[in-house]
């Protein structure tokens, strides 16, 4: 364990049980987002790809403007 994990573990002890528990998720959810650990099926992978392949379509100021005064202020 690093030295400021320690340091912060300390803290936490000194926080009340409903404090700790909620520490405690925090680092659990970071814990969990660990990129290995996500596992996509045939079908994700081929829409990631196939979405990468056509570029991202920006509206233009001029949409954008149109947009804006369609809308009630």
Known sequence: MTKRLEQAIAKVRALSAERQDQ???????LVELDPDS?????????EIERRLKTPPRHATHE???RFFQKRPA
Do not use: K
Request: charged content about 20%.
């Open 23 to 29: 520490a405690a998720d925090v680092l659990l959810s």
């Open 38 to 46: 996500i596992q996509l099926s045939a079908e994700q992978v081929a």
């Open 63 to 65: 949409e954008v403007r």
